[in-house]
C-alpha cells in the first residue's frame, strides 16, 4: 500500500520561505515519479514540480522556476519542497502525488496515480 504524507505547511509572511516535506511509502517495485501540486480556491490542480526516484531528474512549472527547489532523501524516502520568495498568490492546499507508472519528471496531473492528503500553504502578512 503506496502512502504519500505531506508536513511542513502553515501561516508565512510575503516574501517568507517554508519547507514541505512528503514522507513515501510502499514503494516495492520499480522506478518513480514524485511531484508537488498545489490547489487554490476555486482553481484547477496545478502541478508544481517533479522528480524520479531514479536519478532524481527534475522538472519545474514557470510559475515556481527559481523560487521552488525539489530534492529528495532516499535514505529516509522523503521529498521536499523548499519555498522561498512566497506570494500572497501562493497560498493554496499542497499535495504531494506519485506516478508509479513513469521514471520521468512530468507535470501531468492526471497521470498522478497516488496522492497526499494535502497540506494548507497561506502566504499572509
Known amino acids: 500500500q503506496v502512502h504519500l504524507v505531506e508536513s511542513g505547511g502553515g501561516l508565512v509572511q510575503p516574501g517568507g520561505s517554508l519547507r514541505l516535506s512528503c514522507a513515501v511509502s510502499?514503494?516495492?517495485?520499480?522506478?518513480?515519479?514524485i511531484a508537488w501540486v498545489r490547489q487554490a480556491p476555486g482553481k484547477e490542480r496545478e502541478g508544481l514540480s517533479s522528480i524520479t526516484s531514479s536519478d532524481g531528474s527534475t522538472y519545474y512549472a514557470d510559475s515556481v522556476k527559481g523560487r521552488f527547489t525539489i530534492s529528495r532523501d532516499n535514505a529516509k524516502n522523503t521529498v521536499f519542497l523548499q519555498m522561498n520568495s512566497l506570494k500572497p498568490e501562493d497560498t493554496a492546499v499542497y499535495y504531494c502525488?506519485?506516478?508509479?507508472?513513469?521514471?520521468?519528471?512530468?507535470?501531468?496531473?492526471?497521470?498522478?496515480?497516488?496522492w497526499g492528503q494535502g497540506i494548507q500553504v497561506t502566504v499572509s502578512s
Open positions: 510502499g514503494f516495492t517495485l520499480g522506478p518513480y515519479a
Open positions: 502525488a506519485a506516478d508509479s507508472y513513469s521514471d520521468h519528471a512530468h507535470l501531468r496531473v492526471y497521470e498522478f496515480n497516488y
